[in-house]
């Protein structure tokens, strides 16, 4: 742009505008430092953290925001808070437990498709019963042999009783890997499937005979620690059941709960 004076004057750069800077609460600051000391294994499982008032002098920080990180670790799992003259903050570790609540409220917050579920429970189980043929322990096939007894022994009784000894089955299928990765998803996926299965259209006295029948093979195949025929045995088992469920589904739009 040409002034007065006949000299050329460049048109002035546009100013960038800044979004406010995002400083983190203090209560945060401390809980992040604290969860990073917990999971390195600073504090042994069992252990609890220093008292508040040592926590306060060490950080200079308030009382209030100690233990509002502390109300945080304690959300997350990472410390059980006991009142009394014996209480305080002390030290869980994360367990399968941790892993199912964390993939629930995935599966609750993002509404999760019935078939998604399935597939991802296709992909998973078959693989929980092929470790279980590697690692399982004679408590582990006397907890199975319990549980295939009570549902071929359940003629009379009701769905939700049914459903809660197929669902505990299927658990103690997945603890007998003794992965606690695995056992947390299937934890997970158990409880939201549980939900969609819950139709007496569905699981009618076909399924239940279905159903023992498929236990008592897959069990066959851990105890003997055969690990491909478990897999095998428990792939054709979730995958027949995905197939009919959804073919019901369909049908019926089954309330997956979420």
């Known amino acids: ?26 209560s945060d600051v401390l809980a992040d430092d604290l969860r990073e000391r917990i999971l390195r294994g600073d504090f042994p499982e069992g252990t609890s953290l220093p008292p508040e008032r040592e926590l ?27 009142t009394g003259r014996s209480g305080g903050a002390f030290v869980r570790r994360p367990d399968s437990d941790s892993v199912a609540s964390s993939v629930e409220l995935l599966i609750r917050g993002r509404q999760i498709r019935l078939d998604d579920l399935l597939e991802t429970r296709e992909a998973i189980e078959p ?30 009784a009701s769905l939700a009783e049914f459903l809660q000894i197929n669902v505990d089955w299927h658990m103690a299928v997945a603890e007998a890997s003794h992965n606690e990765l695995l056992s947390g998803m299937m934890r997970a996926l ?6 969609a299965t819950d139709n007496q259209g569905f699981v009618d006295d076909a399924v239940r005979a279905t159903t023992v029948r498929a236990h008592r093979s897959v069990t066959r195949g851990i105890r003997e620690q055969d690990r491909d025929a478990a897999v095998r045995r428990m792939t054709r088992h979730v995958h027949s059941y995905a197939e009919a469920l959804l073919e019901v589904d369909e049908r019926t739009g089954i309330n997956v709960g979420l």
């Open 56 to 82: 306060v002098a060490q950080t200079a920080m308030s009382r209030t925001t100690v233990r509002e990180a502390l109300r945080i670790l304690e959300v997350q799992g990472l410390v059980t808070i006991r």
């Open 127 to 156: 693989q929980c019963a092929g470790l279980a043929a590697l690692y399982r322990t004679d408590e582990d096939l006397q907890r199975l042999d319990e549980l295939n007894n009570q549902i071929e022994q359940a003629e009379g």
């Open 1 to 26: 742009m040409a002034t007065s004076n006949g000299t050329t004057q460049s048109p002035e750069a546009p100013t960038a505008s800044l979004s406010p800077l995002q400083v983190p609460k203090a």
């Open 190 to 195: 158990s409880r939201a499937i549980y939900e």
